[in-house]
């Protein structure tokens, strides 16, 4: 079974940009996650969508935004890049986001805000 | 609210020598534990995880995790380290119940194998 995938895998922008990055989760996963690591402040969740919905949101600002599509696959949007957001952004696959179940990640899109 | 300390930034080990990666954490309940690895580069991989049951949990790549309740603690162990061990070691805790898949990742030990 291929195992999750993210693109674009690196993303040069400037400040005030949008950007746009994509996930695909493992076949017959339903719930995608996101996270945000930087050195400074580690991996910190962003949200989880499940069957379409956003079911639990990080704290992190409104610039940052994602969304599911009918097939499982996510999106997420960060817009009005600050030097900040510069991370790799990690994305996650479960099954249907159970109590136990494992969470599956992708390589990451490292993004760079110039 | 929920938490995890990893209390060594960098553990240095020799080959050959058993490891130890320490985890501690806090949540109301029972907790659902998990350690992943990172190499460079890479996003994270699943090594093993506690859910209820047996305190030593076997795992990917010789791993095992000692879970102690009364210490709140989930240790990462290998009897035997290898070079090729080296990367990031990261705790997770999930708390049960509720709408949600969200981890809680401690700020991760790097494993330093010397030959």
């Known amino acids: 079974k291929a195992g999750v995938t993210q693109t674009p895998r690196y993303l040069i922008k400037t400040r005030g940009q949008q950007v746009t990055l994509s996930c695909s989760p493992i076949?017959?996963?339903?719930?995608v996650s996101w996270y945000q690591q930087t050195p400074g402040q580690g991996l910190q969740f962003l949200f989880e969508?499940?069957?379409?919905?956003?079911?639990n949101k990080g704290n992190f600002p409104g610039r940052f935004s994602g969304r599911q599509f009918s097939n499982s696959r996510s999106e997420m949007n960060v817009s009005t890049l600050e030097l900040g957001d510069s991370a790799l952004y990690l994305c996650?696959?479960?099954?249907?986001?159970?109590?136990?179940?494992?969470?599956?990640f992708g390589p990451g899109t490292r993004l760079l805000v110039l | 609210a929920q938490s995890v300390a990893q209390p060594e930034d960098q553990v240095n080990v020799a080959e050959g020598n058993p490891l130890t990666v320490k985890c501690t954490y806090s949540?109301?309940?029972?907790?659902?534990l998990f350690w992943y690895v990172q190499y460079p580069n890479r996003g994270l991989q699943f090594l093993l995880k506690?859910?209820?049951?047996?305190?030593l949990v076997k795992g990917s790549y010789g791993f095992e995790a000692e879970f102690n309740k009364s210490q709140t603690s989930f240790h990462l162990k290998k009897p035997s380290a290898l070079v090729s061990d080296s990367a990031l070691y990261f705790c997770?805790?999930?708390?049960?119940?509720?709408?949600?898949?969200?981890?809680?990742f401690g700020t991760g030990t790097l494993l330093a194998v010397q030959p």
């Open positions: 996650a696959s479960s099954l249907a986001g159970g109590d136990f179940e494992t969470q599956y």
């Open positions: 076949s017959g996963h339903r719930s």
């Open positions: 969508y499940f069957s379409e919905t956003q079911r």
């Open positions: 949540v109301s309940g029972n907790p659902y």
């Open positions: 506690y859910i209820t049951g047996d305190n």
């Open positions: 997770a805790v999930r708390a049960p119940g509720g709408a949600t898949n969200k981890l809680i």
